[in-house]
């Protein structure tokens, strides 16, 4: 009997990667953003410090949401960030904008040619599928599912915007095994990030497996303890034989 029922994803760096300058995209997709804005006939003025202030909040507000695992939505930033110019937009308006926000950041998402066919084959031997997200914007992941050819072979995408904590904490963690109505023991995540992926996973009782095809080999993943990833590989190819060795014979 198959001890392993359900397999999760990372997205970003695990299923796809990026292939830009990140922050070139943020300034052309905050200018985007800026121009849908005044086409919906709101007045922001001058737009260029708008569009500075709301980086600059943005990019603050990254670096908080990682120290404390709560996801504000975007949305949420941008309609408080209008407010305090003194702009109230309709919900439909800031969705608009957003997607402009973040179509040059989309443009830059390629998948790892892998992807499709690894999905595709654990889907065909009998596993569910899922993949578990830290993003500000739901509607992006979702989109970014579907440019990739993902969304076929995936049964459920969770994003921390949506339920409103980030990997490591486990209440993203528990709320997928909710969603698949499932025990721990029965996943496994697989992701790039040590810290985010593999230990928050296993804080809840899941395997976790550390993808490292398209980690920077220059950079070092800090961790606040040591994590030791219940496996290691290159390549995404190599997971369905690394599942099949785990239905034989689970890790003690």
């Known amino acids: 009997m ?22 070139d995209a943020l300034s052309a997709g905050a200018r985007a953003m800026g121009d849908v804005l005044r086409a919906c006939g709101y007045t922001i003025e001058p737009p260029a410090m708008f569009e500075r202030t709301f980086l600059e909040r943005l990019r603050q507000y990254y670096g908080w949401r990682d120290q404390v695992l709560i996801e504000i939505p975007t949305a949420r930033l941008l309609d408080e960030a209008l407010r305090g110019w003194g702009i109230e937009a309709t919900p ?3 969705s608009e904008a957003l997607a402009a926000f973040y179509a040059p950041s989309e443009a830059c998402w390629q998948p790892d040619e892998e992807a499709v066919p690894t999905l595709a084959h654990l889907r065909r031997v009998g596993y569910r599928l899922g993949v578990i997200s830290n993003a500000g914007d739901a509607a992006d992941v979702h989109y970014l599912v579907e440019k990739a050819g993902l969304q076929p072979y995936l049964d459920e995408v969770i994003v921390s915007a949506e339920v409103g904590r980030r990997k490591p904490h486990p209440d993203i963690f528990t709320h997928a095994l909710r969603c698949f ?54 390549r995404l190819s190599a997971l369905p034989a690394l599942l099949a060795q785990w239905d034989e014979d689970p890790p003690a």
């Open 2 to 23: 198959r001890r392993i029922a359900v397999v999760f994803f990372d997205l970003g760096n695990t299923l796809m990667f990026y292939s830009g300058d990140l922050n």
């Open 92 to 94: 439909a308006h800031l």
């Open 181 to 234: 109505g499932i025990e721990a023991a029965q996943a496994v995540m697989v992701g790039d990030l040590l810290w985010a992926d593999v230990w928050g996973a296993q804080q809840v009782g899941m395997r976790g497996v550390w993808l490292t095809r398209h980690l920077a080999p220059d950079v070092v993943q800090v961790t606040p303890v040591l994590v030791q990833p219940d496996a290691r590989l290159e």
